[in-house]
């Protein structure tokens, strides 16, 4: 069983906006940090938001600051990734990931650290 569940990716046009879900699938989420990543082709896996269990911080890559939004919707058991301004760049799968994280303060940047992944869901901008 996948542990999270992304959707919400899709093709949009340049300045466009997704918002991307993020689902717990026999996790709770507001017991861990979350985080989203993105990977376009013949790239690494960049790191574009996070945000702390209690949901007081958050922190964003220079490249989608100011243009996205990461939320927690705890009744729902989701996060949420709010783009916009959509940039043909941004093309990518775009993965949700949750790290087991003690504190309910901190937030990591470092995929590496992140316990559980989703499939990813694609996003496409065009020009």
């Known amino acids: 069983q996948v542990p999270l569940v992304e959707s919400g990716g899709g093709l949009v046009q340049a300045g466009g906006s997704l918002r991307l879900s993020c689902a717990g699938s026999?996790?709770?989420?507001?017991?861990?940090?979350m985080g989203w990543f993105r990977q376009a082709p013949g790239k690494e896996r960049e790191f574009i938001a996070a945000?702390?269990?209690?949901?007081?911080?958050?922190y964003y890559a220079d490249s989608v600051k100011g243009r996205c939004t990461i939320s927690r919707g705890n009744a729902k058991n989701t996060v949420y990734l709010q783009m916009n301004s959509l940039k043909p760049e941004d093309t990518a799968v775009y993965y949700c990931?949750?790290?087991?994280?003690?504190?309910?303060?901190?937030?990591?940047?470092?995929?590496?650290?992140?316990?559980?992944w989703g499939q990813g869901t694609q996003v496409t901008v065009s020009s």
């Open positions: 026999g996790l709770t989420l507001n017991m861990y940090a």
């Open positions: 945000i702390n269990r209690s949901g007081g911080a958050t």
């Open positions: 990931a949750a790290e087991d994280l003690a504190s309910t303060h901190f937030v990591h940047t470092d995929a590496a650290l992140y316990d559980y």
